[in-house]
């Protein structure tokens, strides 16, 4: 049974460009949550979602950030006109429920230049 | 609102030395508590958790107790290896849709 799948990596984009990051959650999860960690700062929550709905994201910024978990395939954080202020690493956790201990990826190391 | 404050790091201790890792938590109602680890280029992995007052959560030599009149969760364990390295997060749960994290610290053991 695989893990948090996460990609890319790494992910390198210059100011003004998109950056897509995408996330499979463990097999039979259906909740997916997106969290970013800033160098040497905690995680912050920005969303969660179930297959097709946005549930929570109260910590997405209202510009440039979007996220989806269509019903077939993985959960997609799209960042538009990246700045250097998004580089961060970006961590996609799954549950099989609500209030379940989270399965984290490994994350996505976003550096913007 | 819900938060979890835990202790600055880096704590840098020797081999087979005492951890302490200091957690408080601010919750309405009843929160289920979390330790998370994360190593070096790795996710966070679960560490231990605990579901109500008094509960003591245990894995891997490391312990922490639910106390609720004081509203922390402590991490500790009685001697820490290299392999311990690794960034330890406090997090709490209360429902919501979403699991509230520490700032994380940062644990560095030396040979």
């Known amino acids: 049974n695989a893990g948090v799948m996460q990609n890319p990596r790494h992910l390198v984009r210059r100011r003004g460009q998109e950056a897509r990051l995408r996330c499979s959650p463990m097999k039979g999860h259906s909740h997916v949550y997106w969290y970013r960690q800033l160098p040497e700062e905690g995680l912050k929550f920005m969303v969660y979602?179930?297959?097709?709905?946005?549930?929570?994201e109260s910590g997405m910024p209202k510009e440039r950030f979007s996220a989806e978990f269509p019903k077939e395939g993985p959960s997609i954080l799209r960042i538009q006109q990246v700045v250097r202020g998004d580089s961060a690493a970006y961590f996609c956790a799954s549950s099989p429920g609500e209030g379940e201990k989270l399965f984290f990826g490994s994350g996505t190391q976003l550096s913007v230049l | 609102g819900d938060s979890v404050t835990q202790m600055e790091g880096p704590v840098t201790l020797s081999e087979e030395a005492f951890l302490t890792i200091n957690c408080t938590y601010t919750a309405t109602g009843y929160p289920s508590l979390f330790w998370y680890v994360q190593y070096p280029g790795e996710g966070l992995q679960l560490l231990l958790k605990?579901?109500?007052?008094?509960d003591k959560g245990s894995n891997k030599g490391f312990e922490a107790t639910y106390r609720k009149e004081t509203t922390s969760f402590h991490l500790e364990k009685g001697s820490v290896q290299v392999s311990d390295s690794a960034v330890y997060f406090c997090a709490l749960y209360t429902g919501g849709f979403k699991t509230i994290f520490g700032a994380g610290t940062r644990l560095f053991v030396k040979a």
């Open positions: 979602l179930q297959k097709e709905n946005i549930i929570d």
């Open positions: 605990a579901t109500k007052a008094d």
